[in-house]
């Protein structure tokens, strides 16, 4: 049967256009339907939003022609230190270290600002992929050969898959009647970028607060991404403080080791939660990013698992495209999902159970919990193995993307 597209994406942030572009870059015509006016995400300004790519999500993008474009803009994370800490108190000595001169891949990772990444996206899938932007997808009809989109705009478009890669409350999912599972962590992410004074010299650095974890990410020159973790009321009340005050209540969490302190941008926050799609394929549907799974920011690996998806998707579709196979039939989707279901759920879990085992002040759990992990940094084996699934190394099997090789 005809077709407008081969793949319809709905959603516009990060997954949703990079799929696009594998996509497009094996010959298939790709439509992505973006709710947000393209300059609202477009701004030339700072305004703090930034990710951790790990070494697979940089080489993806590498291998989609992305990454000399925005590496300018991007930090390399060269350490990783994290420690238990109180209010106040400053953190105690580091129970974990990791370098990234043990792994030899180069850095662990790289921070890299929102505005330079969906620039170098939105530039990207100029003439090679449809982007409508301004518009959404609110309903669609899955039937034996298509799947059919109707848009905010009045338009139906037809395609042999819908890609849902609308985040967590995922229309797509919720009009296919895919479940969800999860719960609230009763924790709100307190985001901004900090101007400070020293050097952080590519170190990343995590503070396990009894009330939820603080990040402290290097970004270029002397600057950080912070993702603090508090509960709701807390983070509420924090929230409400104009800057000065705010910065009164984050100066004893964050220390003193970078010298002075002051905002850099603007304040972001949201509430936190584990959502999980109960199947991520259903007739002419696939899901990726977080409308598949919805994960505490704790490791900051929410877009790195999202970029899993879109490459495991996409050679999927690409093999399969080329074997003579419709993309959107059953057998198709459940590689993808065998692929990818395991791995997501799995590193879901294990972030959920991190931030229960550290939001807990028990001291004698305290005690362990430092014993334990100083156990990891003192054994290189397993320090290595923390650090290779951390940068996405451990992937198995590794789709090609994630490898740095084009499809």
């Known amino acids: 049967m005809e077709t407008d597209v081969d793949v319809l994406i709905a959603g ?47 080489r993806l993008l590498k291998a989609l022609g992305l990454w000399d474009d925005v590496a300018p803009h991007s930090q390399p994370i060269l350490e990783v230190k994290a420690a238990q800490g109180q209010p106040g108190d400053g953190a105690a000595p580091f129970f974990l270290h990791f370098d990234s001169a043990e792994i030899e891949e180069g850095p662990v990772g790289h921070m890299l600002e929102d505005r330079f990444l969906y620039r170098a996206l939105l530039t990207a899938m100029t003439g090679r992929v449809t982007h409508l932007s301004g518009v959404s997808v609110t ?158 920011p704790i490791a900051g690996q929410g877009l790195n698992l999202g970029l899993r998806d879109v490459a495991a998707l996409a050679e999927t579709l690409v093999d399969a495209a080329r074997r003579g196979e419709d993309i959107g039939a059953d057998p198709v989707l459940e590689r993808y999902q065998g692929w990818r279901r395991f791995d997501a759920t799995s590193l879901a879990l294990g972030m959920d159970a991190v931030n229960s085992l550290f939001g807990n002040d028990n001291p004698l759990l305290r005690a362990a919990r430092g014993l334990g992990m100083g156990a990891v940094t003192a054994v290189p084996a397993l320090r290595r193995g923390f650090m290779r699934q951390a940068a996405g190394l451990a992937v198995d099997p590794m789709p090609r993307l994630l490898a740095g090789r084009a499809l």
Do not use: C
Request: negative net charge; glycine residues 12%.
């Open 12 to 58: 516009g942030g990060l997954n949703g256009p990079t799929l696009a572009l594998a996509l497009a870059s094996a010959g298939l015509h790709v439509a992505v339907i973006d709710p947000r006016p393209a300059d609202a995400r477009a701004s030339e300004e700072f305004d703090g939003r930034a990710y951790a790519l790990a070494i697979a999500s940089q």
């Open 139 to 296: 309903g669609q009809q899955s039937g034996p050969a298509t799947v059919t989109a109707m848009l905010s705009d009045g338009r139906r478009m037809t395609a042999r898959l819908l890609v849902g890669a609308d985040g967590r409350g995922s229309g797509v999912a919720t009009r296919t009647g895919i479940a969800r599972h999860g719960w609230d962590y009763g924790q709100t992410a307190l985001v901004a970028a900090i101007d400070h004074d020293l050097p952080h010299h590519g170190i990343a650095q995590q503070y396990f607060m009894p009330t939820g974890p603080l990040a402290i990410l290097p970004l270029p020159g002397n600057r950080s991404s912070v993702v603090w973790s508090e509960t709701d009321d807390n983070a509420k009340a924090i929230a409400a403080l104009p800057d000065s005050a705010f910065l009164d209540v984050l100066r004893p969490r964050f220390g003193d080791y970078l010298g002075g302190i002051g905002l850099a941008g603007q304040r972001f926050s949201y509430p936190l939660s584990l959502s999980l799609a109960e199947t991520y394929v259903a007739p002419r549907i696939a899901l990726v990013g977080d409308a598949a799974h919805g994960v505490h």
